[in-house]
């Protein structure tokens, strides 16, 4: 072992050197500087890293000017947070970067642990700007990098493509010896299935949702049903049994004759025998009972009321119910609404009614007109169903970004200000222009918009910008459907990957269900590129809607 001081005073660039395993730190040594960055950290556990810092008599600085160490979440990568504090790459002595984790394991073990690599956030990858092609030779100037490394062939159990890629690190700078490059240069991003192959499963991502709906048709009573009683559940906040519903109508429509037994319905994939009963009753009487008790109750009837106000959950739904109100007149007059509530029921009828995908296009190119005149060259592209080649949609999602990965810093406040002048932003709703623990290096806003002209409807608009680097995940996010979303992140989840709209990790290490090392972010370039290390043959936004 080796104290921090001795370390510091000799101005390595960063904690570990070749001979080092970890450090341990002096309490009270003012030469051993701290910084805890705020950005994706909520207030809760800013408040507990910072009083571990000061249990553990670490010096903590308000500032990250003469911070020798800068404690970050996870979420951002060494050149992200050297942009965020102004930090120049090449300085002779830059910070050491450290994960969370280690004054979170700190405070587990009620003791300040020592400081190894594992804790230590690393310099980017070195990332080649194509489509990953997992049989591809290194090129001349990447083998520059691989000193005296022994070439390895895969074995014929290890996949050839698919998620078979290699991680190729290269230093932050040209004095960075944090660690060796060599170390990680070659790592192989493995799992036990060979390219085009998927884990056992019936994963709806690898089926094209088109062929679904052709078969809708056959079995569209018990679909409407199910369907209905699915939104119910979803209105109770119980999610669980909506999404079990939402599942068994995705089965049913892959059935491209109509259903006529229970013996049919129990073999059905992911339909257990409470719901296979209820189908039944669907087919054999045609009445859903439990449905119609639902639809019935003037308890469902005002939560399903209450719940179409914007800003408005199950859980406020039903303490509003708890309180007597029944109708949207006793909101406006007797409830305590929020802002954002406030705006629901002001514009509720509006916003219930479908947009026209024609007028989704008009409100697209209105924000376009504004960004492009604020910052040219930025990408901007309208997700959701509007992507996805739906006729109408519930709302506007767009997403901003720039290929260069600075322009699109700094813009969201001009763009809505620029928005609101002209008179098309007319109600804000939310608005976050800084990192937090939900959006993360995303900033996003939630509003209402209007468009020129007479007899228009006021309209739900999202705009989100994000940094280039995460566009695609973004954009496969934001896409949908939320079905599809949720079983591209359970096929990732059995590969021992992590999907965000942030981010692919690779090499992820679970325990009880929780992430215990985040592992490797992989380069995805293209939405294309996240199919192709899922297995997955690439679904165009159409083929997606489940």
Known sequence: MSSATSNLESRTENAFDENLSSIEFIPSDPQTTFYLLPNGIGKDRRTIFTNALQRFQLQSLATSENARFIIADDQFDVPKIFQMLKIESHEEAPPTVIRTKWLSDSLKEKRLIPLTKDYIIRPPLIRKHTVPSFTQESTTEEKKFVRDKPKRKLSEDEPQGGCATQIKQRRFSSDDDDYDVNDDYNDTVKNPYKNGELPKGNWMCSMSSQTAKKNTEVNRDIIEKLQAMGELYAKTNDKWRAYSYQKAITTIRRCTHRIDSYEEIIKLPGIGESLAKKIWEIIDTGSFEKLEDFQSSEYMKVLDLFGNVWGCGPNIAKQWYDQG?????????????????????????????????????????????????LVPGLTIQTCGSYRRGKATCGDVDI????????????????????????????????????????????????????????????????????????????????????????????????????????????????????????????????????????????????????
Do not use: W
């Open 325 to 373: 109100f029944r109708t949207l007149d006793d909101l406006r007059t007797k409830a305590k609404l929020s802002q954002n509530q406030q705006v629901g029921l002001k514009y509720y009828d509006e916003f219930l009614e479908r947009i026209p995908r024609e007028e989704v296009t008009e409100i697209e190119a209105m924000v376009k007109q504004h960004a492009l005149a």
């Open 399 to 546: 997403l901003i970004t720039h290929v260069d990965g600075i322009s699109h810093d700094g813009l969201l406040i001009p763009l809505t200000d620029s928005l609101k002048k002209c008179g098309f932003l007319t109600d804000d709703l939310i608005l976050s222009d800084k990192y937090d623990d939900d959006s993360g290096s995303h900033v996003k806003y939630f509003g209402v918009c209007l468009l020129p002209g007479e007899n228009r409807k006021h309209r739900r608009l999202d705009i989100i910008v994000i940094p280039h680097d995460e566009y695609a995940c973004a954009l496969l996010y934001f896409t949908g459907s939320a079905l599809f979303n949720r079983s591209m992140r359970s096929l990732a989840h059995k590969y021992n990957m992590y999907l965000s709209q942030h981010r692919l990790n690779t090499g992820v290490i679970r325990k009880n269900n929780s992430k215990i090392n985040m592992g490797t972010p992989l380069y995805t370039p293209t939405e294309e590129s996240i199919f192709k290390y899922l297995n997955l043959p690439y679904r165009p936004p159409e083929e997606r809607d489940h």
